[in-house]
């Protein structure tokens, strides 16, 4: 198992910053790549961003890429998100993932995931 906890959502004005953090506790955190997530009212939830266990590798959504930055500390068991040039488009319900080293397959898939946080809420407005 792994426990996954989300914090620094919050409100923000359009062309703001806001930077997400997910904790991990559990099985090895390096056994895993992770990715965020998001889901805004009334739609379907959609990958934001992916990084592999290493950190050498990262994925991130033509939505968010160059404004978006995914980063991981495997001495801390952590993963963060820090969002530049926030448009009010990236309101959502925000959540990180855990996806076992060995799975293949996309990292953009959320099916690909084993274990997600709860999320935490970003709200951007205009």
């Known amino acids: 198992q792994v426990q996954l906890v989300e914090s620094g959502g919050g409100l923000v004005q359009a062309g703001g910053s806001l930077r997400l953090s997910c904790a991990a506790s559990g099985r090895t955190f390096s056994s895993y790549a992770m990715g965020w997530f998001r889901q805004a009212p009334g739609k379907e939830r959609e990958f934001v961003a992916a990084i592999s266990w290493s950190g050498a590798i990262t994925y991130y959504a033509g939505s968010v890429k160059g404004r978006f930055t995914i980063s991981r500390g495997n001495a801390k068991n952590t993963v963060a998100l820090q969002m530049n040039s926030l448009k009010p488009e990236d309101t959502a319900v925000y959540s990180c993932?855990?996806?076992?080293?060995?799975?293949?397959?996309?990292?953009?898939?959320?099916?690909?995931?084993?274990?997600w946080g709860q999320g935490t809420q970003v709200t951007v407005s205009s």
């Open positions: 993932a855990a996806r076992p080293n060995s799975r293949g397959g996309s990292y953009s898939g959320s099916r690909g995931y084993d274990y």
